[in-house]
């Protein structure tokens, strides 16, 4: 099981990686053709919309919703039933789509009012996001399709698809931003072509490895089939709990509008560069143990149960906490190699610094939440996820109100890191409902991580402290960065091997292999 959940993860944290590697240099160019201003703070906000209803209609309460019941109807009932809800899935899907993108182009000028009404003070931005956000909305149709077939592809076990399709749409913003420079032409307005057009690539691409398992796709509108109603049933509870999240993440960009300008795009380009460990990590690992807990939970297999939730905890803690003290000790560096060019200059990069130091401290908590829920619905226990996201919700936005009073946009990512931290300790406690497990262990494990991932920190700095990049060509300030990652990297391992923490061993073997 353990074995199971390292190669899935690591088939989808590679192609993970790949993507995000691509996705930083789609937001070097942004930055660099952008920076932090009026056009970028207008584009962020109109892709934030459909990336919104993604998440809470499509790879979030769609994808964790028919992976189990799709699981169980294909081992009890065989391969023609689970053509047959998938067909149905799909026929329905597309229909509610159709409807919701054709709302949301129409309605692009009250979308933009409700979610950053600042913007309404300065007329030229106000109508850049609604013209970035008519261009952009399409995107929603094909992703949430995307969402389903990934839902498919990984209750058959297979990873890759889902998890590398991102690079399509990282290409096709890449590519559209180069052709805006070269044609002299808008560049915003590009960028927003190329999130369409990657929207199509990246449905094209799934519906080619869909082919390979033979699955049979035909029209079907049977919503009284009892699995679509398990689905449905499932979907209500998660879509309200993913609600909850993205209401906490609209309250943020509602809240930052009224700020010094930039300051959305200070919080994005920090909020990116926690997403690369939790998309290669966090989301890989999430993804890899709700298909196999689903099918173990068919068979009423409770010990591989408990024992792949104890180890897939146990990766998240392993990586989440070195990459938390990383980003905090060696964030300068990584953001001046990745943006600091063109209108990107250093008082930018101290202000994104600021908010990634914040996103950062909570970033162990992200990657635990990430993993914990899929585990809750699972045993389609939905309704627990969903009372304490609406909990933290609460004390997100108390603690936001409060913070950016003090701390401007930097208080909105301590707030962020105040809530999920409280998200995953609640997570951590409700799961014994389903799981016998009293984290004893567990504790003094992350204990020994801690103390590692310090030790790490302090090599970190030290180096930074007496060696100033500051002047470096981007080549030269490249090299160092990779070299300081790498003694960061082999000090953890040692410390690591030198507290005996198992699971070191165990990765080591894997890597080398």
Avoid at 199 to 227: D, S, T
Avoid at 343 to 362: D, I, R
Wanted: with cysteine; net charge positive.
């Amino acid at each position: 099981m353990s074995r199971f959940i390292l190669k899935s993860a690591a088939i989808m944290g590679i192609a993970t990686f790949l993507s995000r590697i691509l996705g930083f240099v789609r937001d070097m160019a942004i930055a660099y053709f952008l920076g932090a201003g009026i056009k970028s703070d207008a584009f962020f906000v109109a892709f934030r919309i459909p990336n919104l209803l993604r998440r809470l209609f499509g790879e979030g309460s769609l994808t964790i919703s028919f992976i189990p019941v799709f699981t169980k109807y294909r081992i009890e009932k065989g391969e023609d039933e689970a053509n047959l809800i998938a067909s149905i899935s799909f026929s329905i899907l597309i229909l509610i789509l159709l409807i919701i993108t054709a709302a949301g182009i129409i309605f692009s000028p009250v979308i933009i009012k409700i979610i950053a009404p600042g913007f309404s003070k300065n007329p030229e931005k106000f109508t850049l996001a609604v013209n970035l956000n008519k261009i952009m909305f399409p995107y929603i149709f094909f992703i949430s399709l995307v969402a389903l077939c990934m839902g498919i592809l990984n209750s058959l076990k297979h990873f890759f698809a889902p998890s590398i399709s991102p690079v399509l749409l990282n290409i096709s913003m890449i590519s559209a931003c180069i052709i805006g420079y070269i044609f002299k032409s808008e560049i915003v307005y590009f960028l927003a072509w190329g999130v369409f057009v990657g929207g199509i690539l990246q449905l094209l691409l799934q519906i080619i490895f869909l082919k390979k398992f033979n699955l049979k796709i035909y029209p079907c509108f049977n919503i009284k089939h009892p699995a679509i109603r398990e689905i449905i049933y499932l979907m209500a509870p998660s879509i309200l709990g993913l609600a909850v999240t993205q209401i906490q993440i609209f309250f943020n960009t509602l809240l930052a509008s009224f700020l010094e300008s930039g300051s959305i795009s200070y919080l994005y380009y920090a909020d990116r560069l926690i997403q690369f460990p939790l998309g290669v990590f966090a989301v890989s690992i999430g993804n890899a143990v709700l298909p196999l807990i689903s099918e173990h939970r068919t068979k009423n297999e409770y010990n591989k149960i408990k024992s792949s939730y104890i180890f897939s905890i146990k990766l998240i803690f392993f990586i989440s906490i070195p990459a938390m003290i990383g980003l905090i000790f060696a964030g300068k560096l990584i953001i001046s190699v990745l943006f600091q060019r063109g209108l990107f200059n250093e008082f930018t990069l101290l202000n994104v610094y600021k908010a990634l130091s914040a996103y950062a401290l909570g970033l162990w908590a992200y990657a635990g939440i990430r993993v914990l829920t899929p585990v809750f619905y699972a045993y389609e226990d939905t309704k627990t996820p969903v009372k304490i996201a609406f909990l933290a919700l609460i004390i997100n936005i108390i603690s936001s109100l409060i913070l950016m009073r003090f701390f401007s946009f930097t208080g909105l990512a301590l707030a962020t890191f105040i809530s999920s931290s409280f998200n995953f300790l609640m997570l951590c406690y409700f799961i014994r409902t389903h799981i016998d497990i009293d984290y004893q262990n567990e504790i003094k494990y992350i204990f020994k991580v801690f103390i590692s991932s310090i030790v790490m920190g302090v090599i970190i700095y030290t180096i930074l402290h007496n060696f100033s990049f500051a002047n470096l060509k981007f080549l030269f300030k490249s090299i160092y960065l990779s070299g300081v990652l790498a003694i960061a990297v082999i000090v953890y391992f040692v410390m690591c091997y030198i507290f005996k923490i198992e699971e070191i061993k165990f990765i080591t073997r894997k890597i080398l292999k």
